[in-house]
């Protein structure tokens, strides 16, 4: 049998970026300033710029992303964050950490993404419940597109929420011709190897219009600080990204365009060969994809896992995002009200990703078609 067709290719990546890689690093390596180096403020501001926002603040994860932007509201016990139950963890663990409860709202059944109807009324049921403050929203871009941030926006100015986008899979992504970014009070990405701008460890950044936010996020990552190391305004936390990651991040910045383009090709040649074997993806209009993630749906999970066997007898690797709905973990049973969320639930049990990054070869691509299809 041929080579297995790989999930993710970081090696292939490295291979293409090789020179300016061992450039940067070298660069640090060489003036030592590996915490908050030149290169962090460097990036800061190209990330600014790729998605046309005020501010940028690097931290060392999406997970710290998301619980600094929570923790610069003051969001804690007795408040309510929605969020979606079609996600992954860190999106529903972080109010927890800081005292508030995640109230799971059901996605739309087509794009994935968190639905602003069912959101409404989530809204609607804790303020008649009377037992919790609402106080913030995290919307998803799941799997690379965007949610509906103009519905998830009005809803939010209407009921005096805060905004945040959990853009940890979809930074790149564009929704009304404008890179997501923009579109939250704050917006959370991540960094993760896997993602389609990944480091070489944790990472991630923050987003914002406003100054204030993100003098305060800057004070957040380091442990509270004000304008001097001692002079110790508020509890923060360690949220610093390396200098190293930067480094590498910068040098992966001169190829993300064009990786997201070849995300975008392969996605289209999936589109195009397995349309009617398979449930595709639907395209969130008028938007572009990040394409962390090409998610098919099977018609049940006998389906899916039949179709798992015979990918991997075909040397095809596959992957579920996600086998259990957020409100369905352990974790979360206590804090969940018990609202029923068919959508979610329903997608946990038939979802099944296929491979999607730069370094897939046409080869690849007819060869994961053709195991879907059966005529490997």
């Keep these: ?50 998605c046309g926002a005020a501010h940028c603040v690097s931290v060392s994860s999406g997970t710290d992303a998301l619980q600094i932007a929570l923790m610069a509201e003051g969001i804690g016990r007795g408040d309510a964050v929605f969020l ?47 037992q919790l403050r609402p ?8 799997f690379g597109q965007p949610a509906d941030w103009p519905a998830i926006a009005a809803l939010a100015a209407r009921e005096g929420l805060f905004t945040l986008d959990d853009c940890a899979q979809s930074f790149g992504a564009a929704l009304h011709g404008a890179r997501l970014g923009r579109a939250a009070d704050a917006t959370a990405i991540s960094f993760f190897p896997s993602k389609p701008l990944g480091g070489y460890g944790d990472g991630g950044a923050l987003l914002t219009e406003s100054a204030e936010r993100a003098a305060l996020y800057r004070s957040l990552r380091t442990h509270g600080e004000g304008t001097t ?72 999970s006998a389906a899916r896992d039949r179709l798992q066997a015979q990918l991997k007898a075909a040397g095809v690797p596959s992957a579920i995002y996600y086998p259990r709905p957020l409100h369905h973990q352990p974790a979360y049973a206590a804090a969940h009200d018990g609202t029923a969320l068919p959508v979610s639930e329903n997608l946990a049990s038939r979802i099944m990703a296929l491979p999607i990054h730069p370094d897939l070869t046409d080869a690849d691509v007819a060869r994961v078609c053709a195991a879907v299809r059966g005529n490997s």
């Design 1 to 50: 049998m041929d080579r297995a067709v790989p999930f993710l290719d970081l090696k292939a990546q490295q291979a293409r970026i090789a020179a300016d890689l061992r450039r940067r690093i070298d660069a640090v390596l060489a003036h030592c300033q590996f915490i908050l180096g030149p290169e962090v403020q460097e990036l800061e501001q190209k990330l600014a710029e790729f």
């Design 84 to 130: 979606p139950a079609f996600t992954y963890t860190a999106t529903a663990e972080v109010p927890l950490v800081l005292g508030a409860v995640p109230v799971f709202v059901d996605v739309d059944p087509d794009t994935f993404q968190i639905d602003p109807a069912h959101l409404a009324a989530r809204v609607a049921q804790v303020r008649a419940a009377g």
């Design 135 to 142: 106080r913030a929203v995290i919307g998803v871009d799941l």
């Design 229 to 300: 190391r001692y002079d110790v305004l508020r509890t923060g936390m360690n949220g610093r990204l390396d200098t190293l990651q930067a480094a590498v991040l910068l040098s992966k910045l001169t190829v993300f365009e064009a990786e997201l383009a070849a995300r975008e090709r392969i996605a289209a040649a999936y589109d195009a060969a397995l349309s009617g074997a398979v449930q595709i993806p639907v395209r969130v209009p008028d938007s572009t994809s990040a394409w962390a993630v090409y998610a098919i749906l099977l018609p049940d």
